[in-house]
Every structure is written in C-alpha cells, then in structure tokens.
C-alpha cells in the first residue's frame, strides 16, 4: 500500500506539472465505416441517427495486450472487423476502435474524433470515449508513463463534455440496468480484466476534484 502511496504521489506530481501534445494518427473512417457505425447504433442501441457521433458521459480505459504501438495501431486501422476475431463478429462487421491510443512512453495519439462513435466497450458505445494503452500482458506492463497520460486524459476530456464516470474496461457489466445501458441482446458480454482495480484505483484517486460518480453497484441476486 505504501509503495502504491508513492507511486500516485510521483504520477499526481509528474502530471499535474507536466504538458501534453495530443498527435493526431487517425483511423480509417471511410463512408463503409460510417455506415457499419450507424448499423451498430441501430442494432444494437434502438438509436436510428444520420450521422455516428455521441454525446460523451463516460471515459474508458483500455489495455491492447499488444506490445508494439504499430501493432495495436494496426488493430484498429482498417473498417471491417478481422478474422481474428470470431467472438464479436456475429455481433457486428464493425471493426473495434478507441478515440486515443497512449504508448508506452506516454504519447497519446487520437485515433478518432472524441464524438464520433467507436467500437469499444458492450453496452456504452454511445456515450464513452475509449482509451487504449499499448501493451498490457504480463512482459509489457502498463508504465508510469501511461498512468500520467490516462490521468491527463481524463482531465482534458473532463473539461471539454460533460463527463459523469471514468471507469476500466472490466467494470463495464456494473452498467447493466443503468440509464447509459442500451445493448438489447443479453446473451452478448465477453469477460473483460483491463485495466484492473488497482489501476483504476490510482486513477480515481488521482481524479478525485473532478467528482465524478461513483461506479453503480452490484444488485443483489435475490
């Protein structure tokens, strides 16, 4: 806990004191991506729109488990959803996709406008902005380097919409029920570990001013 303690007083210090330079890398989002964006808003929202953006509520952090930026990049370049996918091709052709992408030097790149919808996180699609960090697998660790940048990140986004929540990628499911939550099919969930609690933990602390709300609550199974 002490070593934890420290760890969030260095990165509280470092990124507060610090700027940052977003690089822009976008994406493809040729008319084929826009109308499979529009087709998931459909589908799997009830949301029938003209054009693919959102009002954010919501930031999500994400880990690639890919350990090279370009790799991850390539991740999310193309429209269409690779082969390699098979867990949520049935869903939609869709390919996945996060608004900012953070190296493992802490440079962030925006991948996507910030309202402009990607393919992330089961559910919130609609309302959250995502963001990526390269690596994530036990031999690439997230670093420091990227906590100071997530932390950033959230402040940034926090002063420019009206952000309620930060949360990590597994924490996801807590939405089921809540107002944010739209996916209609209740079969379609995948198991999720990124970022984790304890990231996450240094993270809200971190973000502490900004009174975000707190993440919904387990209902109990009765």
Known sequence: MKQLSAILIFV????CSSSRKIVDKPIVFSEERSA???DYLRDRYGLAQEVPTI????VVLHWTAIPTLEGSFEAFLD???PNWRPDINSVSGLNVSAHFLVDRDGTIYRLLPETTMGRH??????????VENVGGTKDTPLTKAQLR??????HYLAKKYDIEYVIGHHEYTLFEGH????EKDDGYRTKKSDPGDEYMSMVRKATKSL????LPKIKPIL
């Open 12 to 15: 509280l210090l470092a990124s």
């Open 36 to 38: 499979l964006t529009l």
């Open 79 to 81: 429209p269409k959803l």
């Open 121 to 130: 996180v089961i559910g919130l699609n609609h309302c959250a902005i995502g």
């Open 179 to 182: 107002s944010l939550w739209l």
């Open 55 to 58: 009002a954010p509520k919501m």
């Open 211 to 214: 009174h975000m709300k707190p």
């Open 149 to 154: 940048s997530n932390i950033w990140l959230v």
